[in-house]
């Protein structure tokens, strides 16, 4: 079946554009996770919904970043004023129990 | 002390040989513990979980946890240059459910020089 997609697989923007990534999970998975990871490092934890809701956003770094998952499926990862330090993949990742598969990523540059 | 530590390498290992990867972990409360497999550009692929105490193999892969040292590791047998990768460790405490965040240590570069 299908995986997880993850659009745009690139994005270029300019410090202070506003910028969203969405992600589709796969079909009937309840749980969907964003991660970022940057260059030579381990994937960090953004946010994770359960269903509709928010269970755990402790990984965002601040409150420019938003992410929404409004009909339980499709997510929305919303960064505002972006900075270049926001450069980096940002992973999406879905699960239905324990193990979780991830996206092909989008890669934001900001600059 | 980070949470997920892992040697970042180059680990080099002929073709043929066994691969070993290790990797510790500082939460006594973690559960769930995988191996994903990133492929440059790519995004990770998982390849192993392991719940408990002990080893589990798949294929030419094999998981060891030992959560009294807090140690997990991934052994590749008949190692392919094909394996040539970054492996990454990941623990999750998800306080008794399924769900929860994944930590990931940095990722062990290996390479399979034929």
């Known amino acids: 079946g299908a995986g997880v997609s993850q659009t745009p697989s690139n994005k270029v923007t300019e410090k202070g554009k506003y910028v969203e990534l969405r992600c589709d999970p796969i079909?009937?998975?309840?749980?969907l996770y964003w991660y970022r990871q940057s260059l030579g490092q381990g994937p960090e934890f953004l946010i994770y919904?359960?269903?509709?809701?928010?269970?755990?956003d402790s990984g965002l770094p601040n409150d420019r970043f938003f992410a929404v998952r409004p009909e339980g499926s499709v997510s929305t990862l919303k960064i505002q004023r972006t900075e270049r330090g926001d450069s980096a993949v940002y992973l999406c990742?879905?699960?239905?129990?324990?193990?979780?598969?991830f996206g092909p990523g989008t890669r934001l540059t900001v600059l | 002390q980070k949470e997920v530590e892992q040697n970042s390498g180059p680990l080099s290992v002929p073709e043929g040989a066994i691969a070993s990867l290790n990797c510790t972990y500082s939460?006594?409360?973690?559960?769930?513990f995988f191996w994903y497999r990133q492929y440059s550009g790519k995004s990770p692929e998982l390849i192993m979980s392991?719940?408990?105490?002990g080893d589990k193999e798949d294929g030419r892969f094999t998981a060891q946890l030992n959560k009294a040292s807090q140690y997990v590791s991934l052994l590749i047998r008949d190692s392919q240059p094909s394996d040539s990768a970054t492996y990454l460790c990941?623990?999750?405490?998800?306080?008794?459910?399924?769900?929860?965040?994944?930590?990931f240590g940095q990722g062990t570069i290996l390479t399979v020089h034929p």
């Open positions: 990742a879905s699960s239905l129990a324990r193990e979780q598969f």
């Open positions: 079909s009937g998975h309840t749980a």
């Open positions: 919904f359960q269903g509709t809701g928010a269970a755990d």
């Open positions: 939460d006594r409360g973690s559960q769930s």
């Open positions: 392991i719940y408990s105490n």
């Open positions: 990941a623990v999750k405490n998800a306080g008794g459910t399924s769900y929860g965040k994944l930590t």
